[in-house]
């Protein structure tokens, strides 16, 4: 409106006189009060609790105290929270519930991620987790929130573990550079880690590794895990691709993904980082993939479902891909000659058939095929050679392997690979079928009973196969065992067999037995026993059953000299099955015997003062700011630099 403009309406107002006088204590006839369908009282409580909760949020996000890193990085990559677009805009409105602050756009649902988004979200949950009275948007606002807040902790957690790699260099590695860290930390650092955490040392290597590289490195990686856009799986990703990088070159490559990097998914991320790293050092990622190769491996692992996982390492891209179509291939032949199940199920079985040289088709397939082959004269080298494995057109029923002949499968579902070269720990009770307890298979774990009876069974068959028996008290630590023999020739030709045995009716295939012999065994043990499989054919053993030093020790097996004798060094491995580093799992058949008091410092050889330690805790023990103690011949305490103590209890056995 102009000057002239105000004037104008400025004289219209003024002729039209003033308003008339309303009398506003008049309410009409009857005296009544205006109708009114507004509970006032409502409205001024519910805008207070607006603007209180308003103030709330604002001051949360006020005591963040980002820097200014921080703040300029979250402003450039746009969005604050994982997902898809919704968080990358604040938009203007009124609360409309308790959890109104983490409705799309509105101050909670963009804040970066901090400690006060985890206290909004548990006053919305309400004292029963139900968050009740928010919206489907405004749950989904508080899940990406709190992913938010759980990143920016773990971020947190990474920059601490940064400042005990600086509290801890390794020699000649002093602090440097505008980050303060050393090129190197001491060992000792990750074992310290990995006891405070109860995890695995290469874990707590790959934490320090991570946390330097965000320190020195990647910056704006770091900025976005601290913000929240980037959770700790992602971080992993970028801090593996660039690890053969240095800073300059690192800071290049993230550069050229952290824009996508929040809303990417972590393949997306993985393909996305390798390329950028690719971009800026092609030489660099072809001699990582060179020297990887020579790291080539095989591993096992457990699966949670109680089954078992196998899989290659570090192996040539292409030989891969040609093993993947052999698998294909198999997986084919076994469709069509009509075993059951997915095709992820048929590859699984072809997998197997292919390692260890088995034939899962039905037989008379399999002998079908074999005749049609003989028929026909096939060479096997020459349709290895002229056949392609990844021609779809080259797979028909019956058609001869183009990678070699297969023989027919074993009787049973244990492989004789299995046999003679595996430690499996079976409760008597569920050996004996008399109840259904885990078992446990050495490097692959629990097991359940009906595996543990057919692995033992298979064992059994075999004639080379050895059997301990370990006496457990309630706790399942190992307080009494012994090793099986052949029942002595001058015990065999008198036909001895305890008075009144009966032996109890078996399932068909070995059946095994276990019953006391009358002779006293080792002084302290739990006597002598015999034991049968079942075989025919096989002899009886004979079980001597001796005490393991728990809480004291009588010194039976004491060594005269600095090494162990066998059966000493083998009770302290049944002692203790793995390291006795808190969190060391590697088995004790593969440990050092550790003398706990050195053996040139007076030190017996004994299971009081003795017990597996891997190489890297032997000589961590040797530190002299390590303090390891054998508190009674089963329990050592261990103290690290730092101050804090871990107790190492016995095995805890399947019982």
């Known amino acids: 409106m102009t ?32 109708p009114c369908d507004f509970d006032m009282e409502a409205i001024r409580s519910e805008c207070r609790r607006i603007a209180t909760e308003q103030v709330v949020a604002a001051e949360h996000i006020a005591q963040l105290g980002y820097t200014a890193v921080l703040a ?16 990358a805009h604040r938009f203007p409105g009124e609360y409309g519930g308790p959890a109104g602050g983490f409705a799309t756009g509105h101050l909670l649902d963009i804040a970066p991620g901090c400690s006060a988004l985890t206290g909004s979200a548990e006053r919305v949950a309400g004292d029963d987790d139900r968050f009740t009275g928010a919206s489907d948007d405004e749950l989904l606002g508080v899940i990406s929130a709190l992913d938010r807040a759980e990143a920016s902790a773990c971020s947190l957690k990474h920059a601490a573990v940064a400042e005990l790699i600086r509290r801890r260099p390794a020699p000649g590695c002093e602090p440097q550079g505008p980050a303060a860290m050393p090129e190197g930390w001491d060992e000792s650092a990750e074992t310290e880690l990995s006891y405070a955490l109860a995890d695995y040392r290469g874990t707590m290597a790959s934490l320090t590794s991570r946390a330097y590289d965000l320190e020195v490195k990647l910056p704006g990686t770091k900025a976005a895990f601290r913000c929240g856009i980037l959770r700790q799986y992602k971080v992993e990703i970028i801090c593996r691709a660039t690890e053969l990088l240095d800073p300059e070159e690192a800071r290049a490559a993230e550069k050229l993904v952290l824009d996508r990097a929040g ?39 457990p699966e949670y479902s109680g089954n078992a996982a196998l899989m290659g390492r570090e192996l040539p891209p292409a030989k891969v891909l040609a093993a993947d179509q052999r698998i294909n291939w198999w997986a084919q032949q076994l469709k069509e000659a009509g075993v059951e ?33 003989d028929a026909a004269g096939t060479d096997a080298g020459q349709d290895a050679a002229g056949t392609d494995a990844g021609d779809p057109g080259s797979v028909s029923s019956g058609a001869p392997d183009p990678f070699g002949p297969r023989t027919p499968p074993g009787s049973g579902c244990i492989p004789a690979g299995f046999i003679g070269r595996n430690h499996l720990t079976v409760p008597l009770a569920t050996l004996l079928g008399l109840a259904d307890r885990p078992g446990e298979l050495t490097g692959l774990g629990p097991v359940d009973p009906a595996l543990a009876r057919d ?28 090793c099986a023999r052949p029942e002595p020739r001058s015990r065999r030709k008198r036909g001895h ?49 001796e005490p393991i030093p728990i809480d004291t020790c009588d010194h039976r097996r004491e060594a005269k000299g600095h090494d162990p004798g066998v059966m000493l060094r083998h009770l302290t491995e049944i002692r203790h099955a ?54 009674t011949p089963g329990t050592f305490r261990w103290t690290t630099p730092s101050g804090r103590q871990y107790i190492t209890e016995p095995t805890r056995y399947p019982m």
């Open 263 to 301: 809303r990417l998914t972590p393949a997306g991320l993985r393909s996305a980082i390798a390329r950028a790293v690719i971009q800026v050092a092609s030489d660099k990622a072809r001699k990582r993939r060179q020297a990887a190769a020579k790291r080539a491996r095989v591993e096992r692992r």
């Open 341 to 373: 199940g997915t095709m992820d199920e048929l590859r699984a079985i072809a997998y197997l058939d292919l390692i260890l040289d088995l034939d899962s088709r039905p037989r008379a397939a399999a002998e079908d095929d074999a005749a049609n082959s």
């Open 455 to 482: 692995l033992a069974r298979a064992s059994a068959a075999h004639p080379k196969t050895t059997w301990c028996f370990t006496v457990t008290d309630q706790e399942g630590h190992a307080i009494c065992h012994g």
């Open 497 to 545: 067999r305890k008075r009144g045995h009966r032996p109890r009716a078996r399932a068909p295939g070995p059946g095994f037995d276990f019953t006391p012999e009358d002779r006293p065994g080792p002084p302290g043990g739990y006597g002598t026993w015999r034991f049968t499989t079942g075989v025919p054919g096989q002899l009886d053993l004979l079980i001597e059953i």
């Open 578 to 631: 793995t390291c006795t580093g808190p969190t060391c799992r590697r088995p004790a058949s593969r440990c050092d015997f550790e003398h706990n008091v050195p053996y040139e410092a007076g030190g017996r050889t004994c299971m009081c003062n003795g017990g597996p330690k891997c190489r890297r805790e032997h000589r961590l023990k040797q530190d002299p700011r390590w303090k390891v103690e054998q508190l």
């Open 72 to 87: 300029e990085a979250a402003a450039s990559l746009g969005r604050r929270g994982p997902g898809q677009p919704g968080s």
């Open 3 to 34: 000057e002239a403009d105000l004037e104008a309406w400025l004289d219209v107002v003024a002729a039209e006189g003033p308003p008339p006088d309303l009398d506003l204590s008049d309410t009409g006839p009857d005296d009544s009060a205006p």
